[in-house]
């Protein structure tokens, strides 16, 4: 297996636990309610975790607000179907303006909603959110392989672990 | 070939924003659209190195915004958590008094329209009540600088990859090499 493969692996693995948390928060919630607790205050540093404003699962709120969960399934999802589209490495990154394309929708919806203008509702917000999150990881994965690649390199020809020259 | 800046100027600017988008109250609520002050800095560090960078310079490349991400992330959780004590020390728990008002009244019109129960909002109102009483205690510093510690660095790495694909710099015009 190449290197970039695995670390695409470790990758989706790590989001693929991000994800989990998020839905394991309520699903535990009645049978053991200690680890629901501290799932629901790891993520609470990065969401306001409003109930209204969540999606819900067995009568519990999801640990991340509709907006937050949106993204992080549609990084999921991007990233599980990403090697079928796209191949490691930043040659393969995709023009800046589909960037512009799926942040706009969103920062459109939380502009409009905070101005009086529109309500937005669960349903913009998981459409919006669910864009950006699909198209973020074209961008990220390629960049990412390819840097942890290069800091490997780096780490071998300034005399590195043993494990990592047998590797290479 | 002159050698590539140090990235801790960069690094340290960025990490700063982020510390005060992370913690000065009202601004602090960027962070709850998926840290989205984190990823900011992130692309503001690369961005900051990008513009140290000179001609002769070996290009900008992907292990340098992995880099900028981590170290800024991790200057970020830093300061954010050294803002909010003195915050908190200076002025008590005012963002969780920011947040406990607007919660407070979101509730209010949810019993109101008769979306929730007044004992439930009772309910959520004294939970709010208690983790403002907790906010200053040292156990809650230290484990919310140890959640920062993680998730920072982790959102500040995607800012700064997601900054290198948008100010990448161009690829050089392939030539053909006449044999």
Known sequence: MKFTDRVYLILLMLVAAWCGGLLLAPVLSGTMPEVSSALYSCYEPICHQIDARSFHLHGGKVAVCARCSSIYFGFFLALMVYPLFRRFGAQSLPARSWIVLAVGPMALDVLLNASGVHASTLFTRAVTGGLFGFVVPFYIVPVLTEGVTQLRDQFISRGGLSYARKAQ | ?179
Request: net charge negative.
């Open chain 2, 1 to 179: 070939m002159p050698e590539k800046p140090s990235k801790v100027r960069a690094a340290l600017i960025s990490g700063a924003v982020i510390g005060a988008l992370s913690s000065v109250p009202g601004i602090s609520l960027i962070n709850c659209c998926c840290c989205a002050g984190v990823w900011l800095g992130g692309v503001l560090s690369l961005y900051l190195y990008k513009q140290e960078l000179t001609e002769g310079m070996p290009p900008l490349e992907s292990s340098d915004a992995l880099m900028l991400g981590l170290m800024a992330g991790v200057v970020g959780a830093f300061t954010a958590t050294i803002v909010n004590v003195l915050i908190l020390v200076t002025f008590g728990p005012v963002e969780a008094e920011l947040v406990k008002s607007i919660v407070g009244k979101f509730l209010d019109r949810m019993a109101e329209q008769g979306s929730m129960t007044s004992d439930m909002v009772d309910t959520i109102k004294e939970q709010v009540e208690a983790s403002i009483r907790d906010s200053g205690r040292l156990s809650n510093i230290f484990g919310g600088l140890f959640i920062t510690l993680i998730v920072y660095p982790i959102f500040a790495i995607l800012g700064a990859l997601l900054g290198f694909a948008m100010f990448r710099p161009k690829a050089p015009p392939q030539t053909t090499v006449a044999s």
